[in-house]
């Protein structure tokens, strides 16, 4: 069975410092990496993928990914009160459209 | 949200009376999904569809069925409802290229 596991938290992160959202997955034949974020009481929004191992980087966002320990990251720079969310991460593999969803980090960025 | 609709939004039933969640789009997407969160589990997939009266079951799929006659509207019926169905119920589409899925946003639906 596909897993992908995500600690809980919560995270907790002072204003302006970088948040680390980490996910393992077990499929290697895994090929789409995706994070949402979720506010409370609403529903997720994507806001990075990433298919290729090494960084993508989008605004204060960056994805990582490292296919051989079967690992991706996402990187929060300067964060703000408003990135506090639960961040989900999510796995597709080759040739399917169906996602595994990991179960959500909390984070909580305090002033 | 690309265009995703769930009608109702809240719903309070009893246990045993059927219940019937609407997902509508206006994309065109091929695939449709039903998924369920409940706290400590996450987002589970419940049935999903690729295409016109093609469906199939997801990780937790006993107790609900499904229908889809038209491209954009996918309906999930649970028969005789339970408790244990108390959830939020997010419908959700993907782009055809796989880069993008598009969560509606939500019904919670509470069996009594």
């Known amino acids: 069975q596909k897993e992908v596991e995500q600690n809980s938290g919560p995270l907790s992160v002072p204003e302006g410092a970088i948040a680390s959202l980490n996910c393992t997955y077990s499929d290697r034949g895994s090929q789409s990496f995706f994070w949402y974020r979720q506010y409370s009481g609403k529903s997720p929004e994507l806001i990075m993928f990433?298919?290729?191992?090494g960084d993508k980087e989008d605004g204060r966002f960056t994805a990582q990914l490292n296919k051989a320990s079967q690992y991706v990251s996402l990187l929060i720079r300067d964060s703000q009160p408003s990135d506090s969310a639960t961040y989900l991460c999510a796995v597709i593999g080759g040739g399917s459209y169906i996602p595994t969803f990991g179960r959500g980090t909390s984070l909580i960025v305090h002033p | 949200d690309a265009g995703i609709t769930q009608s109702p939004r809240h719903k309070v039933t009893e246990t045993g009376t059927p219940v019937t969640l609407r997902c509508h789009q206006t994309?065109?997407?091929?695939?449709m999904y039903w998924y369920r969160q409940d706290p400590g589990h996450g987002l589970r997939l419940i049935h999903y569809s690729y295409g016109v009266k093609d469906t199939d079951k997801g990780e937790v799929s006993d107790g609900y069925s499904v229908s889809r006659s038209k491209t954009e509207d996918f309906l999930l019926t649970l028969e005789s409802a339970t408790s244990s169905q108390t959830s939020v119920y997010f419908c959700a589409t993907v782009t055809g290229s796989g880069n993008e899925q598009f969560f509606g946003p939500g019904t919670r639906l509470t069996v009594l």
């Open positions: 990433i298919y290729s191992n």
């Open positions: 994309e065109n997407h091929r695939y």
